[in-house]
């Protein structure tokens, strides 16, 4: 079985910065796809950003430019650094990854917990 374990959780005030981590533990083999998605009350939950095993990034138009991902393929963990945060962003961000474990032959796909962000005005 594979875990998805998320830190960073924080409240701050609108322009500051906050970093989460998450680290991907278990009989884990290969990791494509890994990334951060959110969600806030009463909303479906959404892509913030992702990035490829070869480092490639896609992020959502309303964190581009503010926010950066990236990873460390040797610890199965990727971040996110989180700027100039908005009220906007306040929400549940969940770590997601695509993993392929033993003893499955396929990838499937893992969710973290949740870690809580608070952006206050």
């Known amino acids: 079985q594979v875990q998805l374990v998320e830190s960073g959780r924080g409240s701050v005030q609108a322009g500051g910065s906050l970093r989460l981590s998450c680290a991907a533990s278990?009989?884990?083999?290969?990791?494509?796809?890994m990334g951060w998605y959110r969600q806030a009350p009463g909303k479906q939950r959404e892509l913030v950003a992702a990035i490829t095993s070869g480092g490639s990034t896609n992020f959502a138009d309303s964190v581009n430019s503010r926010f950066t991902i990236s990873r460390d393929n040797a610890r199965n963990a990727v971040y996110l650094q989180m700027t100039s945060l908005k009220p906007e962003d306040t929400a549940v961000y969940y770590c997601?990854?695509?993993?392929?474990?033993?003893?499955?032959?396929?990838?499937?796909?893992?969710w973290g917990q949740g870690t809580q962000v608070t952006v206050s005005s």
């Open positions: 278990g009989n884990i083999t290969s990791i494509n796809t």
């Open positions: 997601n990854a695509a993993v392929k474990s033993w003893p499955s032959l396929k990838l499937g796909d893992y």
